[in-house]
């Protein structure tokens, strides 16, 4: 069965340094979301993607994150510089259409020290 | 906010034992779909609900949908260790360019 690929699972750094994460959607998949989870609340959604072009990125801290889709298949979120409060786990999923099913993969859990 | 809002927060149950979670939302919708996370893990998806449906099964679970009430139940049926989990509705509003709008989830706990 398809799945989500994310890496790397698990992160440690150093505030002020730059981390970042890769996706690989299901195959096919055209829309694919970036969602930030803090540790006993829901996902809150960073930016999404129809193909290779933002849909939606109005949660984006834009000054300090960043995505990119390039070819419309797997996705890279990068946080520069990064800070105390980004320490949660970062949930990438995919859907063949915006309206359907959204599948998830096993996340990047961030610690910022 | 147009956030939904699970209730309980928590539920602790005997395994073998019925749990019911309830999911409440403010703003007209498109559907409701409830996803399970095991701690630590990503979300999967279990059902979805459309605004036009009352009522879904899939195995173990049942989906109730109240559009009068704005409100949703996820009913787990014969409950089992592996149950354990946090759930989570999500709604995709109106005019909300497809967007999902989660809660913050009920954890259940399924005691042996």
């Known amino acids: 069965e398809a799945e989500v690929a994310q890496s790397p699972r698990y992160k440690i750094t150093e505030k002020s340094q730059a981390v970042a994460f890769w996706c690989d959607p299901i195959?096919?998949?055209?829309?694919l979301y970036w969602y930030r989870q803090i540790l006993g609340q829901g996902p809150e959604l960073l930016v999404q993607?129809?193909?290779?072009?933002?849909?939606?990125d109005s949660q984006l801290p834009k000054d300090r994150f960043s995505a990119e889709r390039l070819k419309g298949v797997d996705s890279t979120l990068k946080i520069q510089p990064a800070e105390l409060g980004d320490s949660a786990m970062y949930l990438c999923?995919?859907?063949?259409?915006?309206?359907?099913?959204?599948?998830f993969g096993p996340g990047t859990r961030l610690l910022v020290l | 906010s147009q956030q939904g809002e699970e209730d309980p927060q928590a539920l602790s149950i005997q395994e073998g034992e019925n749990a019911t979670m309830n999911c409440s939302y403010k703003?007209?919708?498109?559907?409701l779909q409830w996803y399970r996370q095991n701690s630590g893990r990503g979300l999967v998806h279990l059902i979805l609900?459309?605004?036009n449906e009352r009522e879904k099964h899939s195995g173990r679970l049942r989906v109730t949908l109240d559009t009068s009430k704005k409100s949703s139940s996820l009913l787990i049926t014969a409950s089992r260790a592996a149950d354990t989990a946090s759930y989570f509705c999500?709604?995709?509003?109106?005019?909300?360019?497809?967007?999902?709008?989660w809660g913050a989830g009920t954890k259940l706990i399924i005691k042996p």
């Open positions: 999923a995919s859907s063949r259409l915006s309206q359907e099913t959204q599948y």
């Open positions: 195959s096919g998949h055209a829309t």
């Open positions: 993607f129809q193909d290779e072009s933002v849909v939606d």
């Open positions: 703003t007209s919708i498109n559907n």
């Open positions: 609900i459309r605004s």
């Open positions: 999500a709604t995709d509003f109106m005019d909300s360019n497809y967007q999902l709008i």
